[in-house]
């Protein structure tokens, strides 16, 4: 009888094997609060790999944005700075034109939500760009990531971020 009331009580309680406390963001349990649990930070259009992107030519990318708590994650807001090489866009909104992602959006416990990417280098030179999620998480109200990238020309001419076949230092 003991053993049984133990069980259900981990199970109830935790979300989680018994006797493990769940850790913030950990895949495998739910903490109670809401917690805000992307899958990267920084995003750099193939720069971490040493490569670029070619003037002209769109590439695409996504943050994932995971709730890893059991009480609704709330983004209240997601603002955007940086260069208008990026464009950004919400998998909660339809109607954002360039840099302009509503918030005000509900995340259920253990779901999850996307911010795409768009990247489209004018000139042979980095760009930057950064988005500020504000929420109600309890790991981190105000999360913010990075996003860069490096425009190279079609011809093959240099770039100030991209040389000889790799990152310029």
């Known amino acids: 009888m003991t053993r049984s009331l ?26 109670q609060k809401a917690q805000i649990c992307p899958d990267r930070t920084a ?11 070619w003037i ?7 943050f994932i944005l995971r709730n890893g708590g059991v009480e609704d994650l709330t983004i209240q807001s997601v603002g955007t700075s940086g260069d208008s090489a990026f464009k950004f866009r919400a998998s909660w909104d339809t109607d954002t034109t360039d840099a302009v992602i509503p918030g005000d959006v509900k995340v259920r416990g253990n779901k999850s939500v996307a911010i795409q990417i768009e990247f ?24 913010i990531l990075k996003v860069s990238g490096c425009g190279v020309p079609t011809d093959g001419g240099v770039s100030s971020c991209y040389r000889d076949g790799g990152l310029a230092p």
């Open 120 to 143: 489209t280098p004018t000139q042979a030179r980095l760009y930057q760009a950064s988005l500020t999620v504000e929420s109600n998480a309890q790991n981190d109200g105000t999360l």
């Open 43 to 53: 995003l750099g259009f193939d720069m971490e790999y040493g490569s670029a992107t």
């Open 6 to 31: 133990l069980i259900a009580g981990c199970i109830v309680v935790a979300f989680a094997a018994c006797g493990n406390t769940p850790k913030e963001c950990d895949p495998d349990a739910l903490m």
């Open 56 to 62: 002209g030519v769109t590439k695409t990318d996504t």
